[in-house]
Each structure stands twice: as structure tokens, then as C-alpha cells.
């Protein structure tokens, strides 16, 4: 167990180009999740995965951002046409799923993050 | 639509004083959790209260929970300064059976020697 892993971890890039990044969640997580974190604010939402499909997406998710997971392991995240305002931390994080009774913790572990900069 | 709020947003205290940091939410939710941030780090976990009135205890960190006021609190004891960091609550949010953790804005903690 080598936890999550995210790379690039940091991103600088010019307005208009398009970016990817990319997650690798602990090897027995079915449960993915990618977070948008600004400075000074506490993580939010973009969307989930549960084995390889997409079950929610953040309204707040523009039609410039796109996830997959391919074959429920690894996922990537792409940004197109990117924005000063896209400027953030990204983070991924992953679960085993809802484990019911007293140990159902469900806990989140999240990676280090990929730090994308829109000049 | 689930909203979390912490305060204080930010705190700066003297090593060894008490302080508590305070977690409300708008909406019932089962599963409430504490993370810690270091400045450039991930989060990573440092509690998770399941029930009302449940109490986690941590070296100088205690959190508690209560259901029926939506409120959850952490509370640290003794400060020292390896405690300086942002910490945040996250609540489940209960529609919709993803797991998605709905944060609050984060506390940023400065603990002074």
C-alpha cells in the first residue's frame, strides 16, 4: 500500500491549453474522488467514481473538465482551454466504499495533490 | 444543499493554553470527520465520530459530536507547536450514497512558543 498517488504535482501552463492529470488510488479502492481545493479554502467536490463509472458530477463542473477511469484503477483528470480561474490544487482521493456497522468509517485517504498554475 | 462551517478561521495561541475549534452543519448527516493540513500537504485523517456523542481522543486532540445540534467540536489541550496547521471538518453528505465529504472552510491554527 503505497497510498495515492498524483502527478504532475505541479502544473504551469498558458490560459487556452489544455492539461491532464492523473491518479492512481490505493490498489483495492473502488471508490475515487477528485476535489478542487483553493488557498484558503476547504476542498470541493468535482466528482466520483465507483469502479470505472462516473456516478456524480459537481454542478459546479464546466463542460471543460473531464474525468475517466478506465478500467476502475488509475484516473485522469482534463482540464481544456484552461482558465486563470481553473488556478488551484486538485486532489484525488480514494475508499474501499461504504463498509456498514460500527467500522464503517469510510475514510478518505487523499494524495499529495496536483498544483496547476493558468498564467 | 449541505453546508459546513467552521470557526474560528483562524486562531493564533500561546504553547500550553486550551482552545476549541468549533464545526456546524445545515443538514442530518451519520459519519463526521477531522482532517489536518500542513502548508503544501495533503490532508490527512485524524478522526472519524459515527454517532451522537461519540468522542475521539488523540494525544492533545479530543473531538466530540452531536447529532442534534449538528455540531462537532475539536478540541486541543496544552498546545505545542507541532499542532500549528489547518485543520477541517467534513460531514458525509447523505444524498445520493456517493461517500462525498462536504468540507468546511478549514481553521488555521498557529501555535506561538
Known amino acids: 500500500d503505497t497510498g495515492v498517488s498524483q502527478n504532475p504535482r505541479h502544473k504551469i501552463t498558458k490560459r487556452g491549453q489544455n492539461v491532464t492529470f492523473r491518479c492512481d488510488p490505493i490498489s483495492e479502492h473502488n471508490r475515487l474522488y477528485w476535489y478542487r481545493q483553493t488557498l484558503g479554502q476547504g476542498p470541493e467536490f468535482l466528482t466520483y467514481?465507483?469502479?470505472?463509472?462516473?456516478?456524480?458530477k459537481s454542478r459546479l463542473l464546466s463542460d471543460r473538465f473531464s474525468a475517466e477511469r478506465p478500467k476502475g484503477s488509475f484516473s485522469t483528470l482534463e482540464i481544456q482551454r484552461t482558465e486563470q480561474g481553473d488556478s488551484a490544487m486538485y486532489l484525488c482521493?480514494?475508499?474501499?466504499?461504504?463498509?456498514?456497522?460500527?467500522?464503517?468509517?469510510?475514510?478518505?485517504?487523499f494524495g499529495a495533490g496536483s498544483r496547476l498554475t493558468v498564467l | 444543499e449541505l453546508k459546513v462551517e467552521q470557526n474560528p478561521l483562524f486562531l493564533s495561541m500561546q504553547e500550553g493554553k486550551n482552545y476549541t475549534i468549533y464545526c456546524n452543519y445545515s443538514t442530518t448527516s451519520d459519519r463526521l470527520y477531522w482532517y489536518r493540513q500542513d502548508p503544501g500537504k495533503s490532508l490527512e485523517s485524524l478522526f472519524v465520530?459515527?454517532?451522537?456523542?461519540a468522542v475521539k481522543q488523540e494525544g492533545r486532540l479530543m473531538a466530540s459530536l452531536d447529532t442534534k445540534a449538528r455540531l462537532s467540536t475539536l478540541h486541543i489541550t496544552a498546545a505545542v507547536h507541532d499542532l500549528s496547521a489547518t485543520y477541517f471538518c467534513a460531514v458525509v453528505d447523505g444524498s445520493g450514497n456517493t461517500g462525498k465529504l462536504i468540507f468546511g472552510q478549514g481553521t488555521t491554527l498557529q501555535v506561538k512558543p
Open positions: 482521493a480514494s475508499t474501499i466504499g461504504l463498509v456498514q456497522g460500527p467500522s464503517g468509517a469510510n475514510v478518505l485517504t
Open positions: 465520530l459515527l454517532s451522537n456523542g
Open positions: 467514481f465507483q469502479n470505472e463509472a462516473q456516478l456524480e
